[in-house]
């Protein structure tokens, strides 16, 4: 579904510049409808993926297996 938000997309971009060398309203319009296509299958898209994701369950973090990132692991600090 993604694929074909992007071809919209591209449909879009498209219609965009034909309407603007051409100047012709009939164009921007045209775009208009093919980039709010795209949106509502992007949003509608977005909406299942959100629906079919398990939730996932946090990291154990009571053990205190969590690493920092302070430097050496043995104390020493290379300031100078």
């Known amino acids: 579904m993604l694929v074909m938000t992007l071809v919209l997309a591209a449909v879009g971009f498209t219609l965009l510049v034909i309407a603007l060398m051409t ?5 921007a319009w045209g775009c208009i409808a093919v980039c709010v296509a795209g949106a509502v299958l992007l949003l509608v ?3 299942a993926s959100r629906k ?29």
Not at 52 to 75: C, F, L, R
């Open 23 to 27: 100047g012709s309203v009939l164009w």
């Open 45 to 47: 898209s977005a909406l």
């Open 52 to 80: 079919a994701a398990p939730a996932v369950a946090p990291a154990d973090t009571k053990n205190g297996d969590v690493e920092s990132d302070h430097g050496d692991s043995d104390g020493n600090s290379a300031q100078g």
